[in-house]
């Protein structure tokens, strides 16, 4: 996945696996596990597996520059064994990746109803510094999940 870093520079990200104590405890299936996210310009601080090992990294998405500072922010979705998981917006703030966004989801919303590739965070073209997100809330009318929008601030 291609991200526009600092000075216009483009540069390449990638989903790497990892072994760690945690996640070869955790691992299912023939599932590959992702913990890692690297870049093709090593001086461009990747994600640790430290981090969160537990977690499983999928679906790397160039969310564009939605906290207006210049540069791309990089989301993927997060999870270790239930189908639901966190949907993570980060932003590399002076040589640091910080989280700006943290959405609630699950993984039906990746499926060919959505195009393979849900746009789960975009722009609140009404609020300055606020993105919409389309996230999960319970519903007790029918004892599931019913997808919401809403707008929140970026971190």
Do not use: C
Request: net charge negative.
């Amino acid at each position: 996945m291609e991200i526009l870093m600092a000075m216009g520079k483009i540069d390449t990200a990638y989903l790497y696996g990892a072994q760690t104590s945690a996640n070869r405890k955790l691992e299912y299936g023939e599932q590959e596990w992702f913990n890692g996210i690297a870049f093709s310009d090593i001086s461009i601080p990747s994600f640790s597996p430290e981090k969160a090992p537990q977690f499983n990294y999928l679906l790397l998405t160039n969310e564009e520059d939605i906290d207006g500072d210049g540069t791309d922010e990089i989301g993927f979705f997060t999870r270790a064994f239930s189908r639901f998981g966190m949907y993570r917006v980060y932003s590399l703030r002076r040589g640091e990746w910080k989280e700006i966004v943290n959405v609630y989801t699950h993984d039906n919303f990746y499926g060919e109803d959505n195009g393979n590739a849900p746009d789960l965070v975009r722009i609140d073209p009404d609020r300055k510094g606020y993105v919409i997100i389309r996230t999960l809330e319970w519903d007790d009318e029918i004892s599931w999940h019913k997808e919401i929008e809403k707008s929140v601030k970026v971190k």
